[in-house]
């Protein structure tokens, strides 16, 4: 009866000791997962400072820079140069995932200097002879003095041929009065991507660039056909062009404070 009893109490003292093994391997394995999740969200955390650092807040350098001032004097814009906005007022870099924000074309009437764009102009005061589709075509001298950023230049290496200027010009007269400003530009953009559309009527600014660089034979029409996620990337990326066209380095134009 006594040995029984004995190893009754054997057994369930091991019982015992497997339990608290058990547990406490229980205890570690849940501290380990919790570590490990603890891990990746810091990483997650890192990763999205670093994101939100080099689109938003990275100031990048350029190897030259010019007030505009001086390079409408020098007459040193060409119709078909791209403007690059970094603005220091919202963030659109964080939504586009591109370090730039806004862009445009330059277009040239003679002496005066233009940039064609697209933007939203929502919440935004409008003169009434401001276009109420989005679309525009201003002096760049003044949108680059009234931006809140920076302001960077994409200069072609030789002037456009004449005749395509002037039929550039007509389709510039043709999408004022027919084309507009698309809002939901991420709808937009994976409907591109997944081949459900193609740049249309309604736009943004880095789309109509990317039509305007077409039109004026810069890249290949073929390459409207092509499922581009990211325009404004694209834009900002691209330098060889067509015909030995290319796009120089990033130059900064710069506004002096002073009015005179």
Same mark, same amino acid.
């Given at each position: 009866?006594?040995?029984?009893?004995?190893?009754?109490?054997?057994?369930?003292?091991?019982?015992?000791?497997?339990?608290?093994?058990?547990?406490?391997?229980?205890?570690?394995?849940?501290?380990?997962? %919790?570590?490990?999740?603890?891990?990746?969200?810091?990483?997650?955390?890192?990763?999205?400072?670093?994101?939100?650092?080099?689109?938003?807040?990275?100031?990048?350098?350029?190897?030259?820079?010019?007030?505009?001032?001086?390079?409408?004097?020098?007459?040193?814009?060409?119709? %078909?140069?791209?403007?690059?906005?970094?603005?220091?007022?919202?963030?659109?870099?964080?939504?586009?995932?591109?370090?730039?924000?806004?862009?445009?074309?330059?277009?040239?009437?003679?002496?005066?200097? !233009?940039?064609?764009?697209?933007? %939203?102009?929502?919440?935004?005061?409008?003169?009434?002879?401001?276009?109420?589709?989005?679309?525009?075509?201003?002096?760049?001298?003044?949108?680059?003095?009234?931006?809140?950023?920076?302001?960077?230049?994409?200069?072609?290496?030789?002037?456009?041929?004449?005749?395509?200027?002037?039929?550039?010009?007509?389709?510039?007269?043709?999408?004022?009065?027919?084309?507009?400003?698309?809002?939901?530009?991420?709808?937009?953009?994976?409907?591109?991507?997944?081949?459900?559309?193609?740049?249309?009527?309604?736009?943004?600014?880095?789309?109509?660039?990317?039509?305007?660089?077409?039109?004026?034979?810069?890249?290949?029409?073929?390459?409207?056909?092509?499922?581009? !996620?990211?325009?404004?990337?694209?834009?900002?990326?691209?330098?060889?062009?067509?015909? %030995?066209?290319?796009?120089?380095?990033?130059?900064?134009?710069?506004?002096?404070?002073?009015?005179?």
């Amino acid at each position: 009866m006594q040995k029984t009893n004995r190893q009754t109490n054997q057994s369930v003292g091991r019982l015992n000791e497997q339990y608290v093994d058990q547990s406490i391997q229980s205890k570690f394995s849940f501290l380990e997962q %919790g570590i490990s999740i603890s891990y990746i969200n810091i990483i997650c955390i890192v990763l999205i400072i670093l994101y939100i650092y080099f689109v938003q807040f990275y100031k990048i350098d350029t190897e030259h820079k010019i007030f505009i001032e001086d390079a409408i004097e020098n007459k040193l814009f060409k119709t %078909g140069d791209i403007i690059l906005f970094k603005a220091s007022n919202n963030f659109n870099s964080v939504k586009t995932a591109t370090y730039f924000g806004h862009t445009g074309v330059v277009v040239c009437y003679g002496d005066e200097v !233009m940039l064609f764009e697209a933007n %939203g102009i929502e919440r935004v005061p409008l003169k009434e002879r401001h276009n109420k589709n989005g679309m525009f075509l201003t002096p760049l001298h003044e949108r680059v003095s009234k931006y809140k950023g920076r302001c960077f230049l994409k200069a072609l290496n030789n002037p456009l041929n004449e005749h395509i200027v002037n039929l550039y010009k007509e389709f510039i007269s043709w999408a004022i009065q027919n084309m507009y400003y698309e809002y939901n530009v991420i709808r937009s953009v994976f409907k591109k991507l997944l081949g459900m559309e193609r740049c249309h009527n309604g736009t943004n600014c880095a789309e109509i660039v990317f039509i305007s660089l077409i039109r004026l034979g810069l890249i290949p029409a073929s390459e409207f056909d092509n499922n581009i !996620m990211n325009h404004l990337q694209y834009v900002a990326d691209i330098k060889t062009l067509e015909n %030995g066209y290319e796009y120089s380095d990033l130059i900064e134009l710069v506004d002096h404070p002073f009015a005179y």
